[in-house]
């Protein structure tokens, strides 16, 4: 089955700029959406076909894709940036959707 | 603005059926794929399926001998069965709505609350 890789955990000084990858067999294929989730509140879409913003969603979030590597970066972190980040894809062979392990930021 | 909403048990026996319902609103709910995600306390987000209004359904396939969703227009609300449940079901389930990016690909642009469901005797 198709899996998605995240780094458990990523700090940040706030004002800095933070970046969240995500890996996949051929990531480049597909197209790649991430949540941010906060504790005790259900997941958020942030950014989906790879670097769109949903609307409302602050301009310092941004997406990029390079081979299969996916990286959500937070420029000018602030203290609300602080959460669980989960990037998440559609597998076409299983037609199933996967999500990455997560990513917990810490702005320090 | 749409909504959903989980309801259901928060407590199952192990080896019973786990069934939950998710009502919609704010959204024509005959329009869109409707989808299902649980959450083990602590840790990552697990896609269990999705349904459309025709019955067309799609399942993990790590679920899928389990899994059952369906479809009530006139309710706004569709739901989820899960049976032969054990302790590895314990999570808080989402109930989503599947936004279409292109013809394969999806994401979920809203969520419910969330429903804790605990499966102990």
């Known amino acids: 089955s198709y899996g998605l890789s995240q780094p458990p955990s990523v700090s940040v000084s706030p004002g800095q700029t933070a970046s969240i990858s995500c890996s996949g067999d051929k990531l480049g294929d597909k197209y790649v959406s991430w949540y941010q989730q906060k504790p005790g509140q259900s997941p958020l879409l942030v950014l989906y076909?790879?670097?769109k913003r949903r609307p409302g969603i602050p301009e310092r979030l941004s997406g990029s894709i390079s081979g299969n590597t996916a990286t959500l970066t937070i420029s000018g972190t602030q203290a609300m940036d602080e959460a669980e980040y989960y990037c998440q894809v559609w597998d076409r062979d299983s037609e199933t959707a996967v999500f990455g392990g997560g990513t917990q930021l810490t702005v320090l | 603005q749409v909504q959903l909403q989980e309801s259901g048990p928060g407590l199952v026996k192990p080896s019973e059926t786990l069934s939950l319902t998710c009502t919609v609103s704010?959204?024509?709910?005959?329009?869109?794929?409707w989808s299902w995600i649980r959450q083990p306390a602590g840790k990552g987000l697990e896609w269990i399926g999705r349904?459309?209004?025709?019955?067309?359904?799609n399942y993990n396939p790590s679920l899928k001998s389990r899994v059952t969703m369906s479809f009530d227009t006139s309710t706004s609300q569709f739901s989820l069965k899960l049976t032969s449940v054990s302790a590895a079901d314990t999570a808080r389930y989402y109930c989503a709505r599947v936004k279409i990016i292109t013809v394969t690909e999806y994401c979920f642009d809203f969520w419910g609350q969330g429903i804790l469901v605990t499966v102990s005797s």
């Open positions: 349904v459309y209004a025709t019955g067309t359904t």
């Open positions: 076909e790879d670097n």
């Open positions: 704010g959204a024509s709910i005959r329009s869109y794929y």
